[in-house]
Nanobody, 117 residues
Framework: QVQLVESGGGLVPAGGSLRLSCAAS????????LGWYRQAPGKQRELVAT???????KYSDSAKGRFAISRDSATNTVYLQINSLEPEDTAVYYC???????????WGQGTLVTVSS
């Protein structure tokens, strides 16, 4: 099984930057890709960005430009850099692991990002 632990959320003024971290542990070999999703109050959870074990990245249209996903293979950590934060970015950000070998996908517990106007 894979475990995911997010960190880095908090209260940030509009225009600021933030870097979220997600540390993966456990059955790392089963991870196909890691990604970030977010869920704003009253809205559905939505994809932000993903990165494969090979380093290929994918972004949602709304995340292109201000968001950057990266990974450190040595520490099995994935990062989400968010720049020029907007109040609309306020959400709980979840780390997600897409797995193979028939293993279930895994979600982290989420980290809250609040952007003040």
């Amino acid at each position: 099984q894979v475990q995911l632990v997010e960190s880095g959320g908090g209260l940030v003024p509009a225009g600021g930057s933030l870097r979220l971290s997600c540390a993966a542990s456990g059955s790392i070999f089963s991870i196909n890709s890691l990604g970030w999703y977010r869920q704003a109050p009253g809205k559905q959870r939505e994809l932000v960005a993903t990165i494969t074990q090979g380093g290929t990245t994918k972004y949602s249209d709304s995340a292109k430009g201000r968001f950057a996903i990266s990974r450190d293979s040595a520490t099995n950590t994935v990062y989400l850099q968010i720049n020029s934060l907007e109040p609309e970015d306020t959400a709980v950000y979840y780390c997600h692991a897409d797995t193979r070998f028939g293993l279930p996908e895994v979600w982290g517990q989420g980290t809250l990002v609040t952007v003040s106007s």
